[in-house]
């Protein structure tokens, strides 16, 4: 079974200042790992995703993340917000042992970033 | 390239009643997932359907069931509503439904029940 903790349910900010979403997982298998944004009245969208290689991957938008495999973990950060990064983010891991898990997700809880002027 | 379509957008039924939901996945791709979005439960997994079958399942009663079309359209219907089924219901698409692909979501359907 595979889990997913958002330490934080909303984080406020001022705009340009740096920002973390933390993200923890806990799973019997190793796993992929996304970072997914929903703004209001919209589906979610992918933000990054890490498969393997390096453990720092990176949005076209400013966003990365870091994957520690130590502290099962996948923290989102950005160095300047906008107000436009105003947003539910969620983190979701899915199963890469090779299962039937086709199409499945285990998402967090969500992180609502709200940034301000 | 059209992204994934849900209809209807809003749904108002009462307890007891049924209830059709309806997903258009982005042209090419041919499995479809849905996902029940609650406050309290957050995103959880409903099931997956590749090629008119389903091959995986989440932790849902029966009530809930769903279908895919040769033309990898897909439906979900929730019979014997309870109070508790009011939810943003989405649905989202990948060409394989691997679990390191990207999934694409609709907009979802936002089901009240009375």
């Not at chain 1, 984080?11 to 209001?40: D, G, H, I, K, T």
């Not at chain 1, 990365?64 to 502290?71: D, I, L, P, T």
Request: a neutral charge.
């Amino acid at each position: 079974a595979q889990s997913v903790t958002q330490l934080d349910s909303q984080v406020p900010v001022f705009e340009e200042a740096p920002v973390e979403l933390r993200c923890n997982y806990s799973s019997s298998v190793s796993v992929y790992l996304f970072w997914y944004v929903q703004y209001p009245n919209q589906g979610l969208q992918l933000l990054l995703k890490y498969l393997s290689g390096s453990t720092l991957v990176e949005s076209i938008n400013g966003f990365e993340a870091e994957f520690n495999k130590s502290q099962t973990s996948f923290h989102l950060r950005k160095p300047s917000v906008h107000i436009s990064d105003t947003a539910e983010y969620f983190c979701a891991v899915s199963d890469n042992a090779g299962g039937t898990s086709y199409g499945k997700l285990t998402f967090g809880q969500g992180t609502i970033l709200t940034v301000h002027p | 390239k059209a992204g994934v379509t849900q209809t209807p957008r809003y749904l108002i039924k009462t307890r007891g009643q049924q209830v059709t939901l309806s997903c258009s996945p982005i042209s090419g791709h041919r499995s479809v997932s849905w996902y029940q979005q609650t406050p309290g439960q957050g995103l959880q997994f409903l099931f997956e359907y590749f090629s008119e079958t389903q091959r995986n399942k989440g932790n849902f009663p029966g009530r809930f069931s769903g279908r895919q079309f040769s033309n990898s359209r897909s439906e979900m219907n929730v019979s014997t509503l309870e109070l508790g089924d009011s939810a943003l219901y989405l649905c989202a698409s990948s060409y394989y439904g691997t679990t390191r692909e990207k999934l694409f979501f609709g907009s979802g359907t936002q089901l009240s029940v009375l």
